[in-house]
């Protein structure tokens, strides 16, 4: 797996471009209709964010956002104060955040289309790094902490969301009923039983093109099972995981929400969030001198 094939699906697909019908679908690229009605499902159905975004003084902070998707966020750290500035791998990305910037009136420092692998920023250029969910798709995560810490000030805060690997979503969904029903799927896949289009047809044909054995190895089945069957590349978290990849911070709070594990209706059950959340909010401290930093015991956690 390369940055390329990563950059390549992002660009074809943005991200939740499909939840409204798309830009250039329903939308026919009104941006400002196109950002309203996104901006009304995600924050209806993620509610959670601006909570979460709220638990970080952003006043005045130097902010570097990475993976900016339709730029939800980038609205909100900049209406909060933040000193904003973006990083995103895929031209469409950048250029719908653009859009949005020029829409609203937002100030911002740069927007720039680049890699999470070679920030195009100097040394100590900024306070916060906020990444939400996007590092879990990069497959070189040792180079991209390694330069995220290189660019945050000494002692610099990155928040960050990634995929949550005990979480209702990936220890019943994924593992278990997903891959189930793959394999219940096989013996009619080429009868007219079998699902001519949508996510399990792209499955089934995942899993002829690269055997069924491999595809539904977990690591491999993980990748197509967070973003779609086209997803090139994820990862999901623990803490433990989160020290092994960022060796250069330190978890100094963290927490889960978002009640979410398709094909379950497990929306209602906010109130388990905490525990089996897909979404792991953690904010993570850079190390004085770049070395990997002492395990601790995640006292901190929201």
Sequence with gaps: MDEEQVQEFWNAHPCGDHIVGGLQGRYDDDHERFFRAYDAWRYDRESHIPDCLDLTDWGGKQVLEIGLG???ESEQLIRRGARWSGLDLTRESVDRVAARLRLHGLDHDRLVQGSALEIP?????????FSHGVLHHVPDIHRAQAEIHRVLRPGGLLVAMLYARRSLNYQVSIRLLRRA???????????????????????????????LSHYLDLETFTHHNTD???NPFARVYDLADVRRDFPSF?????????????PLPVHHLRPLERSLGWHLWVWLEASRDGTAVRPGDGSGGR
Excluded: C, I
């Design 250 to 262: 330190e978890p100094v709070s963290w927490t889960k929400r978002y009640m979410h594990a398709p």
């Design 228 to 230: 779609g069957p086209l």
């Design 181 to 211: 029903a793959l394999v219940a799927a096989l013996p009619v896949r080429h009868t007219r039983l079998a699902p001519r289009e949508g996510m399990l047809r792209q499955h089934l044909e995942n899993a002829e093109r690269v055997g």
């Design 121 to 129: 920023w100097p040394d100590d250029s900024f306070d916060v790094v």
């Design 70 to 72: 339709q730029g939800a």
